[in-house]
């Protein structure tokens, strides 16, 4: 039998690509089984629960059920208010909590990638956690599941870690961290893994996409 962890970050993994959200939601175990996660006395199963309908709450389709699921959004208040106690999981808390009070029609809906991909840009860069950042890195030797599994790995053990995304066609992670934290330590941590490496990337005064020299990130 799987223990809660293994449940939960199973779920993750599935919600994190977008073709299975919907489904997920759709669902009559999976939502219910994850509102239940909520009131976990792990912060492990917690952090990934969150982190879980992070990616569901990407689906526009899916904010108005997820809304009205019993017990959400009364454990995501419970959660928010648990910021001395767990400070990521309070802030990825409230973010969720937001997306999902936040009006749909300002979701771009349509054909499915190139909307919903903007979309996706769009909660993380215009979250109203003050305290937050967003950092987009390119990873060399993002190219499969277990290399993916390494560097989630090395970005959990960053204390101020908040939540992040992955786009494994373009080998790029989105991550949304404390604003105190140093980008440094993030391409350090995935260096650690000795496989994998981390450029992170901005836009230049052109505004084209550009990565930065990898010497000055380590």
């Known amino acids: 039998m799987m223990d809660a962890l293994s449940v939960v970050t199973q779920l993750r993994d599935l919600a994190s690509e977008p073709q299975n959200r919907e489904a997920i939601v759709q669902d009559q175990g999976c939502l219910p089984g994850l509102v239940l996660f909520l009131d976990h006395q792990d912060s492990q199963v917690l952090f990934s629960t969150l982190q879980a309908l992070r990616y569901l709450a990407e689906c526009p ?3 108005e059920i997820m809304k009205h699921e019993l017990g959400m959004m009364v454990s ?6 648990q910021g001395e106690i767990n400070e990521e999981i309070s802030v990825l808390a409230k973010d969720v909590y937001d997306v999902l009070n936040s009006p749909v029609n ?3 809906v349509g054909t499915p990638e190139a909307p919903r991909r903007k979309a996706k840009s769009q909660f993380f860069i215009n979250s109203s956690n003050k305290k937050a950042k967003s950092v987009t890195l390119h990873i060399q030797g993002l190219d499969n599941t277990d290399n993916r599994g390494l560097c989630e790995e090395a970005l959990l053990k960053v204390k101020g870690v908040i939540s992040f995304t992955f786009q494994m066609a373009l080998k790029r992670c989105t991550v949304r961290i404390r604003s105190d934290l ?3 330590s993030l391409a350090s941590a995935i260096a650690a893994t000795k496989v994998l490496k981390a450029q992170q990337v901005v836009k230049n005064e052109t505004g084209e996409e550009v ?3 990898k010497h000055k990130i380590y």
């Open 61 to 63: 389709s899916n904010i």
């Open 76 to 81: 995501l208040v419970h959660l928010m208010d």
């Open 106 to 108: 300002n979701v771009a």
């Open 182 to 184: 140093a980008t440094e």
């Open 211 to 213: 990565k930065k020299d």
